[in-house]
């Protein structure tokens, strides 16, 4: 994003804010990456969660499958 994650984020929140995008698992985990961008390690979990919940494909499942692990591998004890 032009504009850095931080914006970024705050787009995100604003369309999550409306309600209409709130079961579309790629704007969850859109906000995940933004949140991991800016070091929000546990508002990164939590949307990697909410986009892992609702996540039909397979595939998809497993990117944020993988992606929330390598959060967690990373997060301080």
Not at 13 to 30: E, M, N, P, S, V
Not at 33 to 54: H, M
Request: glycine letters at 6%.
């Amino acid at each position: 994003m032009r504009d850095g994650p931080a914006k970024g984020l705050e787009l995100v929140d604003a369309l999550l804010k409306r309600g209409k995008l709130a079961q579309y698992h790629l704007a969850h985990a859109t906000r995940a990456d933004f949140c991991r961008r800016l070091t929000k390690k546990t508002d990164a979990r939590v949307s990697y969660q909410r986009a892992l919940g609702l996540a039909k494909q397979e595939p998809e499942r497993r990117f944020l499958e993988k992606r929330l692990n390598e959060l967690l591998d990373r997060a301080e004890p």
